[in-house]
């Protein structure tokens, strides 16, 4: 873990092992974030805020990513289920979002990941892939195809004009 994560969930007394994005919600199918850069982290007992300035900046290494990244090798299986299981949290507050805007989503986030907020659901996993970092070592390279392994499967699962396929399959899996 980065050192700024340890120190947060030693002082507010976090469980570092369980911890989560916690969104503020209005009761009507809406959460609300105002800074992405500010995450508040719970382990569902307490929370503390997190101040991340860019996922850049939570970039570690150079190592390249295994060429069978798009078949989620068994080495990545603790990260894919960290952010896809954070996700559901997401649906179980918003519904189930399109396979296309999470298509665009992830899209935006391997092109650019300190680019310019898509909305809320953007801002989401913004928050949770800076979490992601701060729990595990990714170079940038990693982050690229592990994100792109994500975009994957959204357009496997995505059917046009609009579908939730991915949201269902992942209520399903996990």
Request: hydrophobic share 35%; with cysteine.
């Amino acid at each position: 873990m980065l050192p700024s994560l340890v120190e947060l969930a030693q002082s507010v007394g976090l469980d570092p092992e369980r911890l989560k994005i916690a969104c503020e919600t209005d009761g009507q199918k809406r959460i609300r974030i105002d800074n992405r850069n500010t995450i508040t982290l719970t382990d569902d007992h307490k929370k503390g805020c997190w101040m991340v300035p860019s996922l850049h900046e939570l970039f570690r290494g150079n190592q390249l990513p295994p060429p069978d990244m798009d078949h989620y090798p068994e080495e990545y299986h603790a990260l894919f289920f960290f952010v896809e299981s954070q996700l559901l949290t997401l649906f179980d507050s918003m519904g189930d979002r399109t396979d296309q805007e999470l298509e665009e989503v992830y899209s935006a986030l391997r092109r650019r990941p300190d680019g310019r907020s898509l909305g809320v659901t953007h801002d989401f996993l913004w928050q949770v892939t800076a979490l992601l970092l701060g729990c595990y070592a990714l170079s940038q390279a990693e982050f690229e195809a592990f994100v792109g392994a994500l975009l994957s499967s959204t357009r496997k699962w995505g059917l046009r004009p609009v579908s939730r396929n991915y949201a269902a399959y992942l209520r399903k899996t996990l």
